[in-house]
């Protein structure tokens, strides 16, 4: 155990953790998107969970940073907020608004997070991206969007973790990256179990489950 | 596992036997009263028809019936003069020819190997001081470089590791065995040597890293990923001198206790891949690499690795997960790579220009290399100079050369009477510098004040042709496309500042653009995971800083100062100065934008024109009749007359 | 057709048996994945869905891994490319000198988009970011051989001169076919 300062108060923090656990441990708000505690590496993807560490030049995402006995955290400085609220809007400008009639309304860590960095989900300073995907695609059980989702990846490790094969990946590069499941229907591939998880999994609506879960398999991405 | 001072005498001994050998095959040739040629065929050399010179120089030399050698050798930089040749012919000096077409090189051989005539009109320089023909030292293109890394590139043939041996090649490796790793480790640090792969990290620090590291194996990795679109050295030194970058490899490799090597080369380069493959097959029969390098106990063996395409895998934790089999995404550092790399081991990952600079810092010391350039980037520097320039090409200069000397000394300056306008360094992690800037030395330190960045060493001449903004919109559209996707500032901020350097080239700009440009260049700079997303605003930043006036005359007047953004300008035809009948651009025109007048003189039709330009090179230049207006409104309007009805 | 969704009922499948012969000499191991894709696009000229199946049986990982890495990578391609490959160099060098007009010349005298192929097959046309020819600049590499200077005339002597090859091997063969009947 280690003992720090976060925000003037001092804590007592697990080494093995990471800092982002410690502050939502002692009741400090975080934004984060691709985080899961059970992630020996995280992938630092979503460049929201920014914090000042005393003695570093510039804010850390503090999912890929330790506790030290006697460092000094503070997570509401300028520049911390300022880094949140860009890498917020430029998600949202790449996010299909349409809380109404996403079955992720309010449950949505998007929205979550836009309200407390008090941005709006339109943005005017950026202007919505207009992407092309491939449509709405279904797996046989669950629907992905392409145009709701973060690529925060936790669909994808908690899927490889539980399955230990991964039916889920990352596929094209850049802005057009997706999630995709290609060759989920062949007669070779490793089955996907149905457990739902990696819908449970998204912050938020870009996978919904499908309700009839015992439909066939169909081709998959078709 | 180390090769101690007690048998370096038999390090010595086995060393000597090699280049025994070496000389004795490369002394026979020199020594030969017959004629040779030899012909750059790099991939530049290639592509300027260094082929067929070679084929028309070996029928021609077939057809008159002489005894010559005709002999292929790596690129010597002078790109501007390929396909070049070097003729050397009893009783002269060696002369160097350039833009040596299949015409010239029959002519050569007619004229100066069967009648002693060196066709004075074709010589580029004579490659030593004479009396006879002008030497190209001479001429500042070659006498003010000063080259280390590239020094026998063009001179020796790179598919023969005897000709590289012979010229003092893998003597550095037999000095280095010799030694100690810590001796080893400490002379790079004297050196002052820093990664020439564009951040200019201490070789010296990166290596104790790697020997201090713990790990069960160890690997060593030439990063010749080269990606900069407007940089090529990597592949030049690849093509022309891949045995001085595998001794290089080997020295790093027995500094550090590595026992593996991997070369990770772009599968764009078919060329570089091939010469470093038989490069390692005859170093490894020579035994200078393999098990029991020099009769030691140390042993390195080097595999080769190619790319797939991806700018981002320059970077060195996508590099690794390359290699590994998998997206070449960056990864959260630390851990750094000297710890934890390639499978979770230590891995010292160099530039191909850092490692080919080691050979000759152990032959020469580390005092030597530290004396030489500016004092806190020391070394040489090689720097791609293409765009326009007179004499593109590779040049090899000391640090803290100014790049007034390096662009208008060494290279010609712009050609065409233009006015110089900028000079973009370091590809899309860097900048471009105007005229003010022109006397910046070249190094490390001055570049990053100035807002550029050394970057691979591409350096691209812009002149008053070339718009800023344009340029801008080029790279932030390479690096967006090159984005691996996975962090957020990178993935959609260099989309949004596509966006709108996009809109401001097409005349759609607005009030404010100028702005969030700036704060969104701040924060993707400031945000992002890896070094690809946190350089790729720097291109936009240096235009903004010193261009703005053009930025401003986009989104303000809809107008280009440099009448490159076609959205924003328009060719006409002068009628003034058209000649009548002359038809000289209808056919270069691709469209058929271009009729005839009731007068039969030439326009050009507003709706059709793709604004290619051909028709201005067509326009004979007694009329030159062809001009390009921006903004477009400023063309006149000349109707089409209607067509008679059939 | 989108990239994410490779053509699954593509008619131009390698039999399998060449594929299965191309993975043998391969370990089984996680890093040979790229060289594989690299040997099989080689040979075949692009990768099949069926293609990158077998990969993932071979190595015994998912299909979907296959294509997330194929799919990462400039160099691979997911549909049969032209018999001519066509490609355009967009490096700095050649941007500054026109290298995108020259690219809007192939795409309008072949009628398609870079990344695309004609109906017939036989040319497609790729943007490629620098082949290392600069001081050539502008580039275009067409099949093996690299075309330095280029201009839209150049592009229309290219074209033409492949027109032209095409038909006199048309106009042979059918002398071959007629000489044959008599």
Redesign the interface.
């Known amino acids: 155990m280690v003992k720090l300062t976060i925000d003037g108060k001092e804590v007592q923090a697990d080494e093995g953790k990471s800092l982002l656990e410690v502050c939502t441990d002692n009741g400090i708000f975080i934004p984060s998107l691709c985080f899961l505690k059970e992630m020996t590496n995280p992938p630092a993807s979503c460049r929201l969970c920014f914090v000042e560490v005393e003695g570093l030049p510039k804010p850390v995402p503090s999912c890929r940073q330790s506790p030290a006995e006697g460092m000094v955290v503070r997570t509401d400085t300028e520049l911390v907020r300022r880094l949140q609220r860009s890498a917020l809007q430029l998600l949202l400008s790449a996010h299909h608004v349409d809380c109404r009639n996403c079955h992720a309304n309010k449950r949505c860590a998007l929205q979550n997070i836009a309200k407390f960095l008090g941005v709006g989900l339109k943005p005017k300073r950026l202007e919505p991206l207009a992407m092309e995907f491939p449509q709405e695609r279904e797996h046989p059980n669950f629907i992905y969007d392409p145009y709701k989702c973060v690529l925060c990846g936790r669909c994808i490790f908690v899927c490889r973790k539980r399955t230990g094969y991964g039916v889920l990946t990352f596929a094209r590069r850049g802005i057009d990256t997706v999630v995709s499941w290609f060759g989920a229907d062949g007669p070779d591939s490793p089955p996907c179990d149905r457990c739902g998880e990696c819908v449970n999994a998204c912050p938020v609506g870009a996978l919904k489950s499908k309700e009839t879960v015992q439909a066939p398999m169909e081709a998959a991405g078709a | 596992m180390k090769a101690g001072p007690s048998n370096s005498d038999a390090i010595k001994e086995r060393f000597e036997t090699l280049k025994r050998d070496a000389l004795q095959r490369f002394g026979e040739i020199k020594g030969a009263e017959v004629p040779r040629i030899t012909i750059g065929m790099a991939t530049c050399g290639i592509a300027a028809g260094a082929v067929e010179t070679k084929a028309a120089f070996e029928k021609a030399i077939a057809q008159h019936n002489i005894d010559a050698r005709v002999e292929a050798t790596g690129c010597i930089g002078h790109c501007y003069a390929e396909p070049l040749v070097v003729i050397e012919n009893p009783g002269f000096p060696p002369i160097c020819y350039n833009n040596v077409t299949p015409g010239k090189a029959r002519a050569l051989v007619s004229s100066f190997l069967v009648d002693g005539d060196p066709l004075f009109e074709y010589v580029l320089g004579a490659l030593e001081e004479n009396d006879m023909i002008p030497s190209v030292r001479d001429f500042p293109r070659f006498s003010m470089e000063e080259r280390i890394v590239t020094a026998l590139s063009g001179r020796i043939d790179p598919e023969k590791i005897e000709n590289y041996i012979a010229e003092g090649g893998y003597e550095a490796l037999a000095k280095a065995l010799a030694l100690t790793p810590q001796e080893i480790v400490q002379e790079v640090q004297i050196s002052g040597l820093r990664g020439r792969g564009g951040a200019g990290f201490a070789t010296g620090r990166k290596w104790e890293f790697g020997l201090k590291a713990q790990g069960e194996s160890k690997t060593v990795i030439c990063n010749a990923d080269e990606g900069d679109p407007g940089a090529y050295m990597d592949r030049t030194i690849l093509e022309s001198n891949p045995h001085q970058l595998l001794e290089g490899m080997a020295i790093c490799a027995y500094a550090v206790g590595a026992e593996k090597g991997i070369v990770y080369v772009r599968a764009e380069y078919p060329l570089a891949v091939k010469m470093i493959r038989i490069a390692i097959e005859q170093a490894e029969a020579k035994g200078v690499l393999g098990s029991g390098i020099l009769g030691t106990d140390f042993s390195f063996s080097v595999s080769v690795f190619q790319g797939s395409g991806a700018f981002v895998c320059g970077e060195e934790t996508a590099l690794i997960q390359s290699i590994e089999g998998k997206r070449g995404m960056p990864q959260h550092r630390p851990p750094f790579p000297a710890l934890q790399g390639l499978w979770g081991l230590p891995t010292i990952i160099n530039n191909v220009k850092t490692l080919s600079t080691i050979p000759a810092i152990i032959k020469k010391g580390g005092e030597w290399h530290k004396q030489m350039g500016s004092p806190k980037s020391p070394g040489s520097a090689i720097f791609s100079v293409v765009g326009k320039v007179v004499h593109p090409g590779l040049v090899e200069i000391p640090t803290g050369t100014t790049l007034r000397t390096l662009v208008f000394d060494i290279c010609g300056g712009t050609p065409h009477r233009k006015a110089f306008k900028a000079v973009q360094i370091g590809g899309p992690s860097g900048g471009c510098l105007p005229e003010a800037f022109l006397d910046t030395p070249v190094d490390f330190d001055s570049l990053i004040e100035a807002g550029a960045m050394m970057g691979s060493g591409g350096m691209v001449v812009m002149d008053e042709n070339s718009c800023m903004v344009d340029v801008a919109r080029y790279f932030l559209d390479f690096t967006q496309k090159e984005s691996c996707g996975k962090c957020t500032f990178c993935r959609i901020g260099t989309r949004q500042l596509l966006n709108i350097l996009e809109r401001i080239t097409k005349g759609e700009g607005r009030e404010g653009d100028i702005e969030l440009l700036t704060t969104l260049c701040e924060e993707i700079k400031e945000g992002s995971l890896c070094g690809l997303g946190k350089t790729a605003p720097n291109p936009v930043l240096t235009s903004l800083k010193y261009f703005r006036d053009e930025y401003e005359a986009h989104i303000k007047e809809k107008r280009c100062p440099a009448g490159m953004c076609r959205a924003l300008t328009a060719f006409y035809i002068d009628l003034d100065r058209c000649a009548r009948g002359c038809d000289a651009c209808v056919g270069s025109c691709p469209v058929e934008a271009i009729f005839t007048t009731r007068d039969r003189k030439k326009a050009i039709d507003q709706t059709k024109c793709v604004k290619c330009g051909e028709c201005v090179a067509a326009c004979p230049p007694q009329y030159t009749a062809v001009k390009r207006v921006s903004p477009p409104h400023l063309a006149p309007r000349i109707e089409r007359p209607q067509e008679p009805q059939e | 057709m989108?990239?994410?969704?490779?053509n699954?009922n593509d008619d131009n499948v390698t039999p399998l048996k060449v594929l299965a012969a191309t993975l043998a000499p391969f370990d089984v191991?996680?890093?040979?994945?790229?060289?594989i894709?690299?040997t099989i696009q080689e040979k075949e000229g692009y990768l099949s869905?069926e293609a990158?199946?077998m990969v993932?049986?071979h190595l015994g990982?998912?299909?979907?891994?296959?294509?997330?890495?194929a799919?990462?990578?400039?160099?691979?391609r997911f549909h049969p490319p032209g018999k001519h490959q066509i490609k355009v160099c967009?490096?700095?060098?050649c941007?500054?000198?026109?290298g995108e007009?020259i690219l809007?010349?192939f795409e309008?005298?072949l009628g398609i988009k870079h990344g695309e192929t004609t109906p017939d097959r036989e040319f497609s046309v790729d943007r490629?970011?620098?082949?290392?020819?600069?001081?050539?600049?502008p580039?275009a590499i067409v099949d093996e051989t690299?075309h330095?200077h280029m201009?839209?005339?150049k592009?229309?002597g290219i074209l033409l001169g492949f027109q032209i090859e095409k038909e006199r091997k048309e106009r042979e063969k059918e002398q071959r076919e007629s000489g044959s009947q008599q």
């Open positions: 989108d990239a994410a969704r490779p699954e191991k996680r890093e040979n994945l790229i060289p894709l690299q869905p990158m199946k993932a049986k990982v998912t299909a979907s891994e296959v294509y997330g890495v799919s990462f990578y400039n160099q691979f967009l490096g700095t060098a941007h500054v000198v026109g007009i809007e010349n309008r005298k490629v970011a620098c082949v290392g020819c600069c001081a050539l600049a580039v690299t330095g201009a839209p005339s592009v229309e």
